[in-house]
């Protein structure tokens, strides 16, 4: 089976355990999933199962991908995304996953897009430490200060921490633990945080560092 599944990032909550330690747990609304492609090394290149999610109305698709979808007799779905497959499975196009793949206890990598910033300065952006307040300095507290030298290089190098757009890139919080599924509503919670804000859409995938 394969371990993995598109969702929409809820929110987060508090889960008590047996013995009363709170958790800051995310809640994510997984599944259902519907296998809409299946790919294998030979013809493709690499194996790889593509999931669907998220029904929708048929104005809200193009038409190439209505294309795709109706030749497996599948609903409309918004989101499509391919997760790697090593060794084999029983999956075809078709078939629905649901969030029982997972189980209380497992580990898990989730990926989606974080939370847009605009544009930054260096202390929000990097974590400077700005500069001090001593002798008279009102203006500069929060500037990032000299980035570079004068006669050599007598330039700023490529690459430097600067002021800038922060946010809204694709990010990965890697070996979460699973703490609640819930087969009846589609949920299933993490312990932690997960990237992007409440609605965002994630990705689910058995974690790579066990």
Known sequence: MVKGLIGRKIGMTQVFDVDGKVSAVTIIEAGPCFVTQVK????????????????????????????????????????????????????????????????????????GTTKGKGFQGGMKRHGFSGGGRTHGQSDRGRSPGSNSSGTTPGRVYKGSRRPGHMGDVRSTAQNLRVVLVDAERNLIGVNGSVPGAKGAIVMLKEARKQ
């Open 40 to 111: 294998s090394a030979k013809p493709d290149g690499y194996a790889a199962v593509q999931l669907g999610f998220s029904e929708v109305k048929p104005t809200r698709v193009t038409a190439g991908e209505k294309g795709h979808l109706k030749n497996n007799n599948l609903p409309v779905l918004k989101y499509l995304r391919e997760f790697r497959v090593r060794g084999e499975h029983s999956l075809s196009a078709g078939d629905k996953v649901t969030v029982d793949v997972f189980k209380v206890g497992e580990h898990v990598d989730i990926a």
